[in-house]
């Protein structure tokens, strides 16, 4: 027993040395294989398309294929976008998304148009590596497409998210004719930073639940802080003149606070709003509670 | 008399006569006058004491409100750093700042700097004088994030992801910029770099993810910068010939 332990201790030392030179001739291989790739955006397109398609249909790791996709996305050949194209549909894993997001890369329309048959709604991977690469090459009639026929919630979250990001804020408003409004819009619409689209929901009474969420939105974008005040001094219900409140907060709009504070006329109202200003961390705050406990203000 | 009569006296919200009788209760009534002094004194409380715990359902609101804030935060522009100070003054002067910064640029006498990595040919190569200061620019751009990435803490902290949002910030100007300067395509690549480095910004990321994002992104970085320093020597090239 004690022998064969000698002779596994024997061995292993023996092999340390040669699996830790391995290890090294694998990464310096392949930071040359790296160096290759990146080289290729310096040949001409026609000596660098078949070398990229050795290396994408060679054994290579992915990192190196995903590297030759990039070259190849630079390439303005209609081979490199089919090679593209051939990897976002045939691709394992990673390789695949990284296809796609080349699609966005290269914005070729026809190339475009194939990433709306690859988009898959049920597959949460594809479905943003997709939007991911409308948003790259700043499609957003697509995005639209897709937000507006989306089947559900998760599907349409993800769509009118990236509109956001994309400031499409003409898709949002016909968006918002074809699907109404609800929390995943007024997410988009702080997103693309549409105090307008706000202001217009946060004023509209038509639904309550919406309404809060645009006023205390408008705090977040801000541009419309003397609306808040307004907002609030018309506020049919608690919710909409809390939500007013939390808006001004968001925003850190004191002067509209005080200005609430010095024309109010009623105790509690003027306890919890002074709490408000407390809170703010107001300037104005001390001089108030000195000012009122000498009797003015 | 009640609380919310004297609470209205205390704001000196009170018409003057009745402001004026309650002065006077308050004199002659020392029980009112210490319920006064206690009202007085909860007032003071309320200034003294840190901010009052809010209830749970407005926490739960607000907590609502900060990710939609954060969400806010992810699509929009955020205020531009100083680490490439010359950059800040750029935003909203897109075309105008496209020429600023390649006179910027220009003056400088500390970039570029060979990143490790970079190959030594692309460095050495200096930017042709028939280049646009956009291109110009942009090249120091491409240097400068490599370095950026390099710089880059491996785990997330604080400082690590300012750093990112400072190239976020970067990078969404000279999409915009690439924009106005008529190159598409440009602006494609450097819009597919933010999602990278949105994910990079993730303070959870692994040190092992983080590494493969950043060699990723300096692969991708490597190849623009020499492209854009090709296309330019290329221009130059057709300039003096034509000249």
Known sequence: ?297 | MNDETLLLYHYAELPDEEARAIRHALADDASLAARYRRLCDDLDAIADAPAPPLAPDRLARFQATIDRAAKLEHGRRPAPRSRVHFLSFLLGTAVTAAVAIGIGLATRQDVPVAPAGVPVAMIAEPAPSAASPFTRSLQVYFRESQLGLQDLPDTGNGERTQMIRDLIAQNRLFAKLAMENDAPQLARVLRAFEPILARLANEDISAEESAALREKLEFELNVMLTKVTREASQTARNTEQET
């Open chain 1, 1 to 297: 027993m004690k022998t064969l332990t000698k002779t596994l201790l024997f061995v292993l030392l023996l092999a340390s040395p040669v699996v830790a030179w391995s290890q090294d001739a694998d990464r310096d291989r392949e930071e040359l294989q790296m160096a290759a790739v990146e080289a290729l955006i310096t040949a001409p397109p026609e000596r660098a398309l078949p070398l990229a398609t050795k290396v994408l249909k060679g054994n290579y790791s992915d990192d190196i294929k995903e590297s030759a996709l990039f070259v190849l996305s630079q390439i303005d050949r209609r081979e490199a976008q089919d090679l593209i194209l051939e990897t976002a549909r045939s691709g394992d894993g990673d390789l695949r998304f990284e296809a796609i997001r080349m699609i966005g890369i290269s914005g070729k329309g026809d190339a475009l148009t194939q990433l709306t048959s690859l988009y898959d709604a049920d597959d949460e991977d594809v479905r943003e590596a997709v939007l991911e690469a409308f948003l790259i090459a700043g499609d957003k009639e697509s995005v639209y497409q897709l937000a507006v026929n989306a089947a559900t919630e998760d599907e349409f979250e993800d769509a009118v998210d990236t509109l956001g990001a994309m400031g499409a804020r003409a898709q949002l408003q016909r968006l918002r004719e074809a699907r109404g409004v609800s929390e995943a819009y007024i997410d988009a619409l702080i997103i693309s930073g549409d105090a307008e689209t706000l202001l217009e929901i946060a004023q509209d009474g038509s639904n309550e639940d919406n309404q809060v969420q645009a006023i205390e939105a408008l705090g977040i974008v801000g541009g419309h802080d003397e609306k808040l005040v307004d907002i609030y001094r018309n506020a049919g219900s608690d919710d909409i003149r809390e939500a007013a409140l939390d808006g001004m907060l968001i925003s850190g709009y004191d002067d509209g606070v005080l200005e609430l504070y010095r024309s109010s006329t009623d105790a509690a109202e003027k306890k919890e709003l002074l709490e408000q200003l407390v809170i703010m961390d107001s300037d104005e705050v001390w001089s108030i509670i000195d000012s009122a406990l000498d009797g003015g203000l």
